[in-house]
């Protein structure tokens, strides 16, 4: 049960180089980089406030699943799609929404794995969020020396695919061990 990786974990490739894509993309000075990070947080709160309503609504698997799929879309267009600056910190503030929306449906799903070991569960998850954190960083960093800023989007996108897979691919296991 402990290969499980976050969507929170995979959008650093791109997160973690925003300031350089912003200062890139759109020559923002310091108060302007400013203003996009304080929409970013913004998003998040938004982000975190919501995640309860959609996860008592549709459920932790389908709302992650749906997070997983709006991640894999929105970073390849924040990096890759000529935007100028007011349509760009709109896709970062559904970016940072859907991101940040992670945490209550992927607890919840941990929870139903396996009730009597809850606790064990978040702490391998939070342990995964900053192994996941640093990978995610690692990988920023090669796109970013091989290919440059563009790449970042699609980097995510492609690790959040990762993210995706092991929604499908821990509950399998999970049955599998309680079937032997």
Known sequence: MFLNFNLLDFFYPLYFNLCSFLESRFTLSRDGVTTILLIFGAGAVVGNSIAGFLTDRIGPNKTLIGLCISQMIIMPMITMLPLSLYPFALLVAIWSICA??????????????????????????????????????????????????ESLGLGGSVLVAIALGTLWLVPRMASRKSLT
């Not at 941990?110 to 978040?122: E, G, I, R």
């Not at 342990?127 to 020396?145: E, N, P, R, T």
């Open 100 to 149: 940040w929306s992670f945490m209550v449906p992927q607890q919840a799903r941990l929870a139903a794995l396996d009730q009597p070991k809850t606790s064990l569960l978040f702490a391998l998850n939070a342990a995964a969020i900053y192994l996941g954190g640093s990978l995610g960083s690692l990988v920023g960093g090669k796109l970013l020396g091989s290919t440059g800023l």
